[in-house]
């Protein structure tokens, strides 16, 4: 019985070291696997918010432009002289005193970081407003973009504003 016993002892030696590995391995695995699934659910929110963000950004954006053409010491002839080299090659934003300024804004720093701008268009050209002509509508598109990781994501709204005051 003794020698049985013993038989089965030496048999179950290299069992133990076995397991543990095998478990190592798993935990790894599992492990890995929660980390991998952290990560991608972080950056997918990151991309959430800041497609929200980019989004509220790019429509206060166009509502500023909008209060800029309504505001009542602007006429149609100064919106549209103020506005007009605004383009994505020469991109504007509304500043803090409510006019139009050259080049892009920006907020936030980092990953979270929203660049944004407008261009302006003759609506029945869909180009540039030509030096002298004062279209009746115009289109303000707004860019506002940021990047998540290495790619670049954007927001992109668009609205025609027209001289409604007709003066």
């Known amino acids: ?22 478990a190592l391995a798993i ?30 950004i790019a429509n206060r954006e166009i509502e500023l432009v909008r209060a800029y053409r309504d505001n009542k010491d602007v006429s149609w002839v100064d919106f549209i002289n103020n506005v ?5 090659d020469n991109p504007c934003h509304i500043d803090s005193s409510g006019r ?8 936030g720093i980092g990953a979270e970081k929203v660049e ?27 860019s506002a973009t940021w990047k998540v990781g290495d790619k670049q994501k954007g927001s992109y709204i668009y609205t025609d504003l027209s001289n409604w005051r007709m003066k």
């Open 116 to 142: 944004w701008f407008f261009s302006v268009a003759d609506v029945d050209s869909g180009g540039p407003i030509p030096a002298g002509n004062y279209p009746s509508t115009v289109r303000i598109s707004v």
């Open 84 to 88: 007009r080299a605004c383009s994505s």
């Open 1 to 22: 019985m003794k020698k049985d016993i013993k038989k089965k002892m030496d048999l179950q030696k290299g069992f133990t070291l076995v397991e543990v590995v095998a």
């Open 100 to 107: 139009p300024a050259s080049g892009k804004n920006s907020q």
């Open 27 to 56: 935990s790894a695995l599992v492990i890995t696997a929660l980390i991998s699934l952290t990560i991608s659910t972080l950056r997918t929110s990151l991309d959430s918010k800041l497609l929200l963000e980019g989004t509220k």
